[in-house]
């Protein structure tokens, strides 16, 4: 099987969209089946994938450049697509125009694949020769719309539409999710498939390493931290922490959070309520740290904390119990499933049942131990799981249908 993945673009700053690039591929290379993937990427990307890249199994492929007549055609091919959609499909001659336009169709269609895999919710260019899949991580804004501008929820409802319908399959990592898209979305349960996340190997490569006071050392962090990383999305519910440790402070217990990811415009409201309640002593906010960082700061944190709001499935709490480092979270979607014990869970919205639990974890050696116990019971199951299987059958069932229902190229 030859496939192509197609990770150009995608960086640090996506979070799990990243590291989720990193699981898929590391799987890619392990799977029998696969004889070789044609890696798209950018030329930015070069140094980050630098070391899966030497893999023989790998072909990369820079993508073309992004000038100002490449933005040209992108920008107008995706003009033709969403006013196709737009018009409820009714003028092919729309759909005709955006495979004139497109130059990423005509950049793909040189390359002899039998499938086109992209781990985020839009390809680059759809009436390819061959089918593409995309992986849907989540559909957030209709859970939390308050969490996005009218435009923002337009435009996300939209462009998820066109990518649902136009790509030949869905890869998603929980049940949860193939759900919503059902639900909302005109497609059906075949078109979905559950493939879950490839935690049995570690994001970041074990030859590399950093040490533990260069780290504490460049971002001023003493001994005993708790640790959140995640951008700082409204949903992330960094505020419900603040409020935790203001709590735990006015009870005698003083706390040391460092959260790391990128610092977004909701970050100002999260600066000003850390000032308001005078705990900038207490709080760090990093922002995105290199993966030998976050890997390193994993291992010494005395505690991770994850208070979000909504999540497809938690990239920190894998690696929380990846590590070995006591972990808690919060009570939603597939991360009571992935932890599998309500002793470490906690409401997102109880600020006192979260600073309650990270006194106790914080304090507790036994209960620290069983946490560790259970993360080590956890990963035991991840190693064991073939991931590989899952995903090559339903590539082998895409392939499959493609051959037997050839889409008009």
Known sequence: MRIGFYIANIKHSDGGIYQYSIYVLKMLIKCSEVNEIVVFLSKEQKETFQQLLSHPKIKSVYNQSNNLIYRFFKKTAEFYMTRYYLTN????????????????RWFLNKFALDLLHVPRQHSPAYLLKFPVV?????????????????????????????????????????????????????????????????????WVSEDEE????????????????????????????????????????????????????????FYDKIENRIKELNLSDQIKFTGIVSDIELKELFKIASLVVIPTLYEAGSGPLFESIRYGTPV????????PETIDNSAYIFDPHDHKQIAELIKKMLTDADFVNENKINSKRLMNQFINNNYCDQFISTYKSVISNNITHPKLN
């Open 89 to 104: 499909k009714r003028n092919s001659h729309l759909l005709s125009l955006y495979k004139i336009f497109n130059p990423d």
């Open 134 to 202: 995309i992986t849907m991580h989540d559909v957030q804004h209709f859970h939390f719309p308050e969490f996005f501008s009218p435009i923002e929820r337009i435009y996300k409802s939209l462009s998820y539409y066109t990518s649902l319908c136009e790509c030949e399959h869905v890869i998603v990592s929980y049940k949860h999710i193939k759900e919503d898209i059902v639900k909302y979305f005109p497609l059906t349960d075949k078109q979905v498939s559950v493939c879950p996340v490839p935690m049995d190997q570690d």
């Open 210 to 265: 950093t040490k533990p006071m260069q780290v504490k050392v460049k971002y001023n962090i003493p001994d005993q931290f708790i640790l959140t990383p995640a951008a700082t999305w409204e949903h992330k519910n960094h505020l419900a922490v603040i409020e935790a440790i203001s709590i735990l402070r006015s009870e005698g217990f003083k706390v040391f959070w460092v959260a790391t990811g990128n610092k977004t415009n």
């Open 328 to 335: 808690i979270c919060s009570n939603v979607t597939s991360l």
